[in-house]
């Protein structure tokens, strides 16, 4: 039998106690090592992430009016292309620096709202310059030239060294790519003179690529630039050239692959060239092919129509609340129109990609 005095008792206890705690002790540095949240989240892109700024142009890609917000705040129709909100929202509050991306154009901006970041999206557009031309919408590059305007009107509310952190230290978003597939390439006839589909891959890689490139040079290091959808699945391709059954097209799917293994190797390279640049690739085809594939899971009920009307065509502006129905329930369906995820669908998706890619898009 082993007597241990109550001394070294206490002392014994009070040992056990410090070796408990201490992968704890280091957790807990380690989460204090974490870097900050960045200041501001700034988008740039097409509809998915365009919260309005087609509202003030002269063009057919709008959605600033009812069904469209149907889910909102105060159920308002902002020019967000979906039922609800966006992934530049659910993006922004995942990082903790607000809950709404407002637009850049058309809305009064408070100097808050300024300085924690906007989106120049606009819906419609894409990396090829010709996307945008065919619907009269604001181009990428055009978008580059309102950041500069955005930079101005940063400097002047806190400064230059501030503004300078702003821009550096910011995370940004770009997500384009969808039209240039789905509207200029297979859609018309345009690009089909110039380009066979690799080589018009090929072209649009490389306009990512130099946009990333130009946006390094305004100052941006931490840029986040999404892959393609499976288009051949989003329903109003389903019902353009899915059949009768309107299946997911395979050629499509497989053109939209090949653009994003592309795209990843490019920006895996811009990575290892730009100085202190994080150039970061995201996948968003997978984890949407799986809710459309796997609707039930996630507690969907439908994902081969969207929400308004037949669900089969209807976007922008016939999907409209005086000509359509549109479903009681948004939340069971993965499209809100047939080409938008609705709110819920984002929100799913959003958080996938936060757990897949974690601090990365900080």
């Excluded at 690009?191 to 891959?201: A, G, H, T, V």
């Excluded at 306009?207 to 040079?217: F, R």
Aim: net charge positive; aromatic share 12%; proline share 5%.
């Amino acid at each position: 039998m082993i007597i241990i005095s109550q001394k070294r008792a206490v002392t014994f206890r009070l040992l056990s106690i410090v070796v408990f705690l201490h992968p704890l002790h280091d957790w807990a540095i380690a989460a204090s090592q974490k870097s900050p949240s960045p200041p501001a989240v700034i988008v740039f892109g097409d509809s998915i992430v365009d919260p309005g700024n087609n509202n003030v142009i002269l063009t057919i890609a709008k959605c600033n009016y009812p069904p469209y917000g149907k889910d909102f705040v105060g159920h308002k129709a902002t020019g967000r292309f979906s039922n609800g909100k966006i992934p530049s929202d659910f993006i922004a509050s995942q990082l903790g620096i607000k809950q709404y991306v407002p637009a850049y154009l058309g809305t009064e901006l408070s100097a808050h709202d300024l300085i924690t970041g906007v989106s120049f999206a606009s819906g419609g557009c894409g990396f090829d310059p010709l996307t945008s031309q065919l619907v009269s919408v604001i181009s990428l590059e055009e978008q580059l030239n309102l950041f500069m305007e955005y930079k101005q009107k940063v400097k002047a509310i806190v400064g230059e060294n501030r503004a300078e952190y702003i821009t550096s230290n910011s995370a940004y978003f770009i997500i384009a790519g969808t039209n240039d597939l789905a509207s200029t390439y297979f859609a018309t006839p345009f690009r089909k003179f110039e380009f066979d589909l690799p080589s018009y891959i090929n072209f649009t890689v490389q306009s990512a690529s130099t946009l990333v490139q130009k946006l390094y040079h305004l100052g941006a290091r931490k840029i986040s630039i999404a892959g393609a959808p499976p288009i051949g699945c989003l329903p109003s391709q389903r019902t353009l050239v899915g059949g009768i059954e309107r299946i997911c097209s395979a050629t499509y799917n497989q053109a939209a692959t090949s653009f994003n293994s592309q795209l990843s190797k490019e920006m895996q390279r811009l990575n290892n060239i730009l100085h202190k640049a994080k150039v970061l690739y995201i996948d968003i085809y997978t984890p949407l092919l799986d809710l459309i594939l796997h609707p039930s899971k996630y507690g969907f009920v439908e994902s081969k129509r969207g929400c308004c009307g037949t669900g089969t065509f209807e976007v922008t502006q016939t999907c409209n609340s005086l000509t359509t129905f549109v479903c009681e329930d948004a939340s069971k369906y993965v499209f809100w129109d047939s080409y938008h995820p609705t709110e819920r669908a984002y929100d799913i998706l959003v958080r996938k990609l936060a757990q897949k890619y974690g601090a990365s898009l900080n």
